[in-house]
């Protein structure tokens, strides 16, 4: 990938900057409330931590109406962060903030990357960091920690490992940890954590790939990258950087949408690399850098009421849908759940006595959960649309939410993680039925992909 594939603009200014040794992007949406403190803790960790190499920020930006761009270029300037850090560095830290152009018409996280990518290859980065814009508790060691296995441990992506509230990062703790750690065989707790470090190496492989979707272009990015870099054969590891302070979001009334980009996207990039799991059998670990780090999170709150009536309306919308996916006996299962959520939510008020018992033991069973969604898996595997198969696991989604909520309301954050784990153990006693359904009904279909 080189410099003609940036608009003019952008072009120019890479020319500008010359090359670099280490960048750090930020892509952004109405980011200006937090943004600065992004920049200021990027550029100081740049500064402090390797001063003897050439360095970029960069800012990627939807372009709304908003302060986002000029808070960047108002942080306080590189000479300033020398001083604070007493350090000297070898070379001038520079800083970009622009409004990237869109990907077929489509704007997003993803397309915001890809901007950056493009930036970086251009430049000859040998490391890019890329954090989120809306962090409040990233510290300057951050970008160490994500650049630091890159520059000094051979690796080539570096994935988050973070203290969260135990109801922050629903979507992770559900399907895209337990999902990818079975189907791929490597324990990667944050796929889509938001955060990474990778290699030039590593940016050029996104960028030579050719199924760049629009989901992809979205909040299908942090999957993609996960997924195209194991397929790939790259190292990965993870970086312990403790406690993620952000915005959170309420799984049942934010995170339609973007389950559908991310999900949608697992799906299809996990159906065209069946070939890298099939024969996947158990679990390891991925080594991890950085000393163990402590915090209490800010809390995180989840109307599980709202998650029990949204599954139960979406549950009679996809139904019909569903007896073409699954089994008849855990349609009929769900069915079941659906109607307890009914009548758990059909009180006068949420404050009613009986409504708050039920809803305390609503239990929507880990086995069930696993084979659901190996069912949409199939489902895409056999040529089924990726946007629509997954949108009617929403639904389900909602309802699983709902059940780690209830059955962790009590728990500390250990105990906690021990149900999120529980699912992997589900995920991985029910892949032999995946794998032998994937054989006879995906596999055997005339050219089929063997996704190698």
């Known amino acids: 990938m080189s410099q003609h594939t940036l608009p003019p603009s952008l072009r120019k200014a890479a020319r500008a900057l010359g090359y670099a040794d280490i960048m750090v992007g930020i892509p952004s949406y109405r980011s200006e409330a937090t943004i600065g403190h992004v920049a200021r803790a990027a550029q100081a960790g740049l500064v402090q931590y390797f001063p003897d190499l050439r360095p970029v920020l960069v800012n990627a930006d939807a372009g709304a109406p908003d ?27 520079e800083r970009l903030s622009l409004t990237y152009p869109e990907v077929d018409g489509v ?3 993803g397309a915001a990357l890809r901007t950056i990518f493009q930036l970086a290859d251009t430049l000859g980065i040998k490391a890019l960091v890329v954090v989120d814009a809306d962090l409040r508790s990233i510290m300057p060691e951050w970008i160490e920690l994500l650049a630091g296995p890159i520059l ?15 109801w922050d990062g629903t979507i992770t703790n559900t399907i895209t940890y337990p999902l990818t750690s079975v189907l791929y065989g490597l324990r990667i707790r944050q796929p889509i954590g938001g955060d990474f470090g990778m290699s030039g190496d590593l940016v050029r492989h996104f960028l030579a790939q050719d199924d760049w979707t629009t989901d992809v272009s979205r909040y299908g990015i942090d999957i993609w990258m996960t997924l195209t870099t194991i397929a790939g054969g790259f190292a990965v590891c993870q970086a312990r950087l403790g406690t993620k302070v952000h915005d959170p979001k309420d799984p049942g009334s934010d995170l339609g949408p973007m389950f559908g980009q991310v999900v949608g996207t697992l799906m299809r990039v996990s159906a065209k690399q069946a070939g890298r799991w099939l024969e996947v059998r158990g679990v390891h670990d991925v080594p991890a850098y950085g000393f163990e780090r402590f915090g209490i999170p800010p809390a995180v709150t989840v109307n599980v009421r709202q998650l029990l009536v949204q599954f139960a309306g979406g549950w009679r919308a996809s139904r019909p849908a569903w007896q073409d996916i699954a089994d008849g006996q855990d349609v009929a299962a769900v069915h079941r759940l659906a109607g307890t ?25 880990d086995a069930l959960w696993a084979r659901l969604v190996y069912d949409v898996l199939l489902a895409v595997g056999r040529g089924g649309d990726p946007a629509t198969t997954v949108e009617v696991l929403v639904p389900i989604y909602f309802a699983r939410v709902a059940s780690l909520v209830v059955e962790s309301r009590r728990l500390g954050p250990d105990q906690t993680e021990a149900l999120v784990d529980r699912q992997v153990r589900a995920f991985m006693a029910a892949k032999p039925r995946l794998v ?8 055997s279909r005339p050219g089929a992909d063997d996704g190698r």
Do not use: C
């Open 436 to 443: 032998a359904r994937w054989k006879t009904e995906v596999a």
């Open 67 to 93: 302060r986002t761009q000029a808070v960047v270029a108002t942080t306080e300037p590189p000479d300033y962060i020398e001083r604070v850090m007493l350090v000297r560095p070898t070379n001038r830290l």
């Open 341 to 365: 959520a009914e009548r758990a939510v059909e009180a006068p008020t949420a404050n009613d006595s009986r409504a708050r018992r039920s809803i305390a033991r609503f239990r929507f069973p």
């Open 152 to 166: 000094k441990g051979g690796f080539d992506f570096v994935t988050p490992l973070y203290e969260r509230h135990k």
């Open 107 to 109: 704007a997003g996280k």
